[in-house]
Structure formats: C-alpha cells, structure tokens
C-alpha cells in the first residue's frame, strides 16, 4: 500500500540552524501539506502546495519557513534558523484531490532544537 | 470561523466498554468535511474515517461507528467493546471546500482502554 514517507525521523539541532526536513508523498498526489505538532498539543496546519507553488499558508508560516518540491518526488520544509520553539513533530501529508478526499500523513519528523 | 471542540480532554475505560468520544465543530460554508484520526503511542497519524457535509448517514465499521448530526454540529465516534489496542489520543478534524483543503484539528482525547 502507498505510503507516505518522510526522513529523518528525529532531527537534533542547535538554536540558529538551519534544517531541512524531507518528504515524499504517495506518487500520484497532487496536493501536499505540512503541520506541526507540539508535543501534547493539537496538530496544527502549516502550509498546503498545489502546482508547484504555496496555496495557503498558516500564520505559523513566517519568513524563517520555506517548502520546495524539487523534483518529482520529494517535498521539503526549511526552517532558516531554528528557534526554541520550533521543537514539534512535523508531519507531511498529501491528498489526491481536493475536498472528498482525506489527507495521508507520514509518520512525522520529531525536530528538537537546543 | 473554522473551529473543532473536542470537551473530553482524557477518557479511561475498562476493556469491553463502549465509549463515545464527542467532536462539535463550527463553520459557515455549507460545503465541508469531517474526519476522525487515531495518534497512536508512536506518533503517526491515522485516517480513520471522512464524511462529507450532504451526508448525514450514520456509518459502521466493525467496531467502531461514527453519528454525524448536522442540527447538532456534531460529529460523535464511537468505538464498541473496546480493546487495549485502542488505547491512543483520537482527532476529530475539519476540512472545508475552500482551496486549500487544509485540516482544522481539535484538541484531542486521549482514550486509555485498561486490560
């Protein structure tokens, strides 16, 4: 069964740092999504992609975070420099088509900044 | 605004117990859809079902059924016989048929079914 993946499953890091956190959605999909959640706390939307370009984005979403999809497979979010509290599961998810059908997600990316 | 309570912040049952965990939302479109996720202790989000917003048919899977009512807003889950296995934290979530299809969380409940 397709799956979505994402790597790496646990991301140290130091305050100030840049991170790249991977993605890579189930292949026919078209539209893709990040959320983050803080530990215990709800899972939160960050941003959605559609066509290669940013069709939504949370107000969580400020200049410190980027998505790219740079080739057909993957999708990133980079977070420029790391803040404390950007520690948080980060989940990638990605839907087939709009509205009816649900959103997968991977099994999330656990970045804890020092 | 788009919002999801979920009141029942913890709920600990005894195994083979039925349990209903509650979801009120609230919205203006008259167009969107409503989803339940399982977290399990290991982090990973699972779909478990989707309804959409001109359905208000009650759904059964196995053990578990879910009770839309739109009167009500309310889309309530509730799981029969209940197992240790499904001891995890349960989200309900809102999607409304905008652009984006972006997913509105509530807070979750966490159900911890005891042997």
């Known amino acids: 069964e397709p799956e979505v993946t994402q790597t790496p499953s646990h991301q140290v890091t130091q305050m100030g740092q840049e991170v790249i956190l991977r993605c890579v959605p189930i292949s026919n999909h078209l539209y893709f999504y990040w959320y983050r959640q803080i530990l215990g706390q709800k899972v939160e939307f960050l941003v959605s992609f559609y066509n290669n370009e940013i069709s939504e984005k949370s107000e969580i979403f400020d200049d410190q975070f980027s998505v790219e999809r740079p080739d057909g497979s993957n999708f990133t979010l980079k977070i420029r420099s790391t803040k404390l509290e950007d520690s948080a599961m980060y989940f990638c998810?990605?839907?087939?088509?709009?509205?009816?059908?649900?959103?997968?997600f991977g099994p999330g990316t656990r970045l804890t900044v020092l | 605004a788009q919002k999801v309570t979920q009141a029942q912040t913890e709920i600990s049952v005894v195994e083979k117990e039925d349990v209903t965990l509650d979801c009120v939302y609230e919205t203006r479109d008259t167009t969107y859809y409503l989803f339940w996720y399982k977290q399990p202790p290991s982090g990973e989000l699972v779909f478990l079902i989707r309804?959409?917003?001109?359905?208000?048919q009650n759904e059964i899977s196995g053990r578990y059924s879910w009770n839309f009512q739109k009167s009500t807003s309310s889309f309530n889950f509730t799981i029969t016989a209940s197992q240790v296995v499904d001891s995890a934290v349960y989200f309900c979530a809102l999607s409304e048929g905008g652009a984006t299809n972006k997913l509105i969380f509530g807070t979750g409940t966490l159900l911890a079914v005891q042997p």
């Open positions: 998810a990605s839907a087939s088509r709009m509205g009816r059908n649900e959103q997968f």
């Open positions: 309804r959409n917003s001109f359905d208000e």
